[in-house]
């Protein structure tokens, strides 16, 4: 079994930051691409950034000079550094790790979810 655990949500002030944290483990061969999906109530998940096993990170135009997304492979671990933040950027975000396991004598990459963490900005 896998489990993918965000960390990390709040209050924060409009122009404030916050620091998001996404950590998978359990029976993992190795974590590949991991991601970061916000959802804001009544609207769909979208992507906002993810990062490879390589370190290539990929960001949606709305974020690219606020966030940064990083990752530690040794914990299995993705980071979202966002600053500058909006009311817009509301919203439950979601973690998205793409997982190698290996179950009775076979590899298999399944894409696991987080139970997401909720980031509020208001004043």
């Known amino acids: 079994q896998v489990q993918v655990v965000e960390s990390g949500g709040g209050l924060v002030q409009p122009g404030g930051s916050l620091r998001l944290s996404c950590a998978a483990s359990?029976?993992?061969?190795?974590?590949?691409?991991m991601g970061w999906f916000p959802q804001a109530p009544g609207k769909e998940r979208d992507l906002v950034a993810t990062?490879?096993?390589?370190?290539?990170?990929n960001y949606v135009d709305s974020v690219k000079d606020r966030f940064a997304v990083s990752r530690d492979i040794a914990k299995n671990t993705v980071y979202l550094q966002m600053n500058s933040l909006k009311p817009e950027d509301t919203a439950v975000y979601y973690c998205?790790?793409?997982?190698?396991?290996?179950?009775?004598?076979?590899?298999?990459?399944?894409?696991?979810w987080g139970q997401g963490t909720q980031v509020t900005v208001s004043s």
């Open positions: 359990g029976s993992i061969v190795s974590v590949n691409t």
């Open positions: 998205n790790a793409d997982v190698l396991t290996y179950i009775r004598g076979a590899y298999v990459s399944r894409n696991y």
């Open positions: 990062i490879t096993r390589g370190n290539m990170t």
